[in-house]
Structures are given as structure tokens and as C-alpha cells.
């Protein structure tokens, strides 16, 4: 990997003291350079200076800046410890590593970390702005991260194992590590560019854009928005409101919901597996999207919805399930779903949707499109109201405790016949309604 070297301006001298591992850093570094020599060129009253540690220092009590220090380059083979000083946009280069730096209320700045073992924390009010930057790409490098009040900007690299502890300020995180991301009371946007990390969330707002597979992440009490850009990703919704947003190419992706209300995005192309919660469940599923949705016992309702060439599986147990086909050649299937489902079928005239009852109760309501309704083992109503259907629509798994429910219509506009086994029943409005391999009864046909 390419070695970056960083030419650190001295109070006598110039010293090409520290080497970053990442060419992508490199416009970073840069600026932290400018930063720094900026402060030491400045002519006010009360000069800023800097500070460059002995490398053979080894300090055994925390050192605190003096004042109007906006700079140190810490050259240290051993621990150093420093307290800040109340300076804002101060600029920190470390380039041995084991340094611990406690920034201090009213203080702001820039830390720029080339090896591991670093550990940055902020007070728990009135932080400012800090930007920290790890750049060590040893396998098993670690940082460490007590974000506080501070309103930060953290980035990694891949190799490293951080921990980072959000607090109530506001936070973006840059992941490329296998991190522990642990959110705070402030609003986090976390993306996680590598695989492997562990996020929880907590009470405040959180963003969280997955671009790789292999992460974890739970979200808390405090509202929740995921991305899903890469399959193999484990998502465990929280407390708080979730909205899941799974893009193509999520193969693999787990999303189980938890107690707050969520709503699940399948956009085209993606495929994943979701579990229902103890909140209410709304699941959209777009454009030739393949999702499996399933209902652990004691979760709540699902109402979902598929577009066009969109294929859901839904095994959820709960009572009052709404299924939409709401695009052409829609599949829902809940064949494996002992809860009590009602499918709508509203996919436009001359298109087409199959949906599949389960064990349990299926209400399923036509439109002026065609169908193929699959019944359970069940109790199954199939309905068609007067003035909103039109298509022609095969009926399935005819069993001794179905029905057909015509509502609106006049027995004069119901003609029955049977053809090679089947029941044919046409309507007035062009309604055609075939129940396959079955001879229906009257008394299981209510009109009116």
C-alpha cells in the first residue's frame, strides 16, 4: 500500500516525522498541514505556537497545554497524555501512536492519528468541533473514541478495530475498519464502507448508509434510517420508528424488525429476508424485487405492498394482515402464514397478480384486473363488488369452508355453469370467475 509522508513544519526546523498509509487521506493531511502552519505564522499578541514532543518522552502524569498552543506534533515512541487548553481549530499529528488526549469544554480541532492506540475524549458539555482522523492500517489497530459533547467527524481505515462512543453532539462516522459503534442523545450518520463492524444505536436520531456486507446493526429507542447498499448485512430494529431502505444487490441481507413501527423499502432488483415485530409492519416492495417476510410469534399486523414483477413470501401469524398487488404480475404468497390475511388486488385492468391464502382466514378482494387466487386449508372469501371489478380471475383450492361473496349484484346478473369440472360464474360487468377442479354449491354463494 502507498506510504504517504507528512512534512511537519518545527519551531528550527522541518520534519518529515510522519507517515500516512492511505493516498486517500492525502488532501486531508494536507490541510491539517496548512492548518497548523497558519497558526504558526501568526503575529497577534499572544502568538500560537506549537508543541513537538521528544520521541523518547515517556510522561507519567497528563500534561496540559499551555495557552495559546494551536499545534502539536507528538513524535513520542511511548504513552503521552495531554489535556487540552480551551484553543479553538487546534491541529494534532500523531505519528507514533499510544496518545491520549482529552480535549477540554470550549476547545476545537483536528487529530490526525498515523499509527494505533490513541484515545480521544471530549467533555460531556460544551465540546466543540473535532475532526479525527485514523489512518493505521496494521491488522488489529485500535482507537478509541469519547465523543462527549463534541460535534464530530471520525474516519478510519481498513484493518483498524475502533470504539467509538457517541454522545450528545453531532456525529458522522466513516467506517472502513471492523469498528464498535456505540450512538449516543445527538443526531449520528454512520456509513460503514467495510465489513464487519457492530453498531448500537441509542436515544438519539440515527442514520446509517451500509455500503459493504458483514455489519451489524441495532437500533435504539430514537428514530432510525438504514440503507442497505450491499447484501450480507444484519439489521435488528429497536424501540424507535425504522425505516429500512434495501437497494439491489442486498442477497443475504437479515432485517428483523423490533417494538417500534417499521417500514421496509425493497427496491428493484433487491432481495432479502425480514421478520416482523411487535410494531406495526409496512412493507413496499417495488419492481422485480424477491423478499421473504416472516412473523415471529406475538408480532404485530404487516400491510404490504407489491409492485409490478415484485415476489413476496409472507409466513406472518398475526391477525389482519393487508396483502396489495399493486403492479403487474405481482406474486404474495402467504401459503406459509397461519394468520388472518386480506389481499387486494389493484394492479390495473388487463394485468395480472397470483395470490396465495394461508392456513387460517384469507379475504380476498378482486379488482377490474385478472387474478389467480390460490386458497388455504382454511376458511377463504373470495369478494367482488359491483362497479370495481371487470377481470377474469381463477380460484383455486376450493375447500368445503369457502365462499364467493358478490356484492352489489342482482341474482340476475349471475349466470353458473360447469365446464371439464370447473365452476364458471360470469357477471353483468364482464366478470368472469372460474373455480378450478370445483362444483360450487349455491348455498356457498352469497349475492346481494
Not at 139 to 150: E, R
Not at 153 to 160: F, S, V
Amino acid at each position: 500500500m502507498p506510504i504517504t509522508p507528512v512534512t511537519v513544519p518545527g519551531a528550527k526546523s522541518v520534519l518529515n516525522i510522519i507517515t500516512f498509509n492511505t493516498d486517500a487521506n492525502t488532501s486531508f493531511q494536507n490541510a491539517l498541514l496548512s492548518s497548523l502552519q497558519q497558526g504558526l505564522m501568526n503575529t497577534a499578541t499572544a502568538s500560537p505556537s506549537a508543541v513537538v514532543t521528544d520521541p523518547t518522552a515517556q510522561p507519567s502524569a497528563p500534561a496540559a497545554l499551555a495557552p495559546n498552543v494551536v499545534g502539536v506534533v507528538d513524535r513520542a515512541a511511548g504513552p503521552v497524555t495531554m489535556t487540552g487548553n480551551q484553543e479553538t481549530n487546534q491541529t494534532i499529528l500523531a505519528g507514533g501512536g499510544n496518545l491520549t488526549f482529552n480535549a477540554v469544554a470550549g476547545e476545537s480541532g483536528t487529530l490526525a492519528a498515523a499509527s494505533g492506540n490513541v484515545y480521544f475524549s471530549a467533555p460531556p458539555s460544551g465540546a466543540g468541533q473535532w475532526t479525527l482522523l485514523f489512518d493505521d492500517t496494521a491488522p488489529g489497530a485500535s482507537n478509541t473514541v469519547v465523543a462527549g459533547s463534541a460535534n464530530t467527524l471520525i474516519q478510519d481505515t481498513g484493518g483498524e478495530a475502533n470504539h467509538i462512543l457517541l454522545g450528545s453532539g453531532a456525529a458522522t462516522v466513516g467506517a472502513f475498519g471492523t469498528d464498535t459503534i456505540i450512538g449516543g442523545t445527538g443526531q449520528a450518520t454512520v456509513f460503514l464502507n467495510g465489513g464487519g463492524s457492530a453498531l448500537v444505536g441509542a436515544s438519539g436520531p440515527l442514520e446509517v448508509v451500509a455500503n459493504q456486507g458483514g455489519n451489524t446493526v441495532t437500533t435504539g429507542s430514537g428514530p432510525a434510517t438504514v440503507f442497505a447498499n450491499a447484501g450480507g448485512n444484519t439489521v435488528i430494529g429497536g424501540a424507535g420508528p425504522v425505516i429500512y431502505v434495501a437497494q439491489p444487490s442486498t442477497a443475504g441481507s437479515l432485517f428483523n424488525a423490533g417494538a417500534g413501527d417499521t417500514t421496509v423499502f425493497a427496491l428493484t432488483g433487491s432481495s432479502g429476508t425480514y421478520q416482523t415485530g411487535a410494531g406495526h409492519f409496512t412493507f413496499v416492495a417495488t419492481d422485480s424485487s424477491a423478499s421473504t417476510i416472516t412473523g415471529a410469534a406475538g408480532a404485530a399486523t404487516a400491510t404490504v405492498f407489491g409492485d409490478a414483477g415484485s415476489d413476496v413470501t409472507f409466513n406472518g401469524n398475526a391477525i389482519g394482515n393487508i396483502l396489495v398487488a399493486s403492479g403487474a404480475n405481482t406474486t404474495l404468497n402467504a401459503a406459509g402464514s397461519s394468520g388472518g390475511n386480506i389481499f387486494f388486488n389493484s394492479v390495473g385492468a388487463g394485468n395480472s397478480a397470483t395470490l396465495i391464502g394461508g392456513s387460517y382466514y384469507n379475504f380476498f378482494v378482486a379488482g377490474q384486473d385478472n387474478a389467480t387466487m390460490v386458497g388455504g386449508a382454511g376458511h377463504n372469501f373470495f369478494q367482488f363488488v359491483a362497479g370495481h371489478d371487470g377481470g377474469t380471475n381463477l380460484v383455486s383450492g376450493w375447500n368445503a369452508n369457502d365462499q364467493i361473496d358478490l356484492f352489489g349484484y342482482k341474482a340476475s346478473q349471475v349466470s353458473e355453469s360447469t365446464v371439464n369440472g370447473s365452476t364458471v360464474i360470469t357477471l353483468s360487468d364482464g366478470t368472469k370467475i372460474t373455480v378450478q377442479s370445483a362444483t360450487v354449491p349455491a348455498s356457498q354463494i352469497h349475492i346481494g
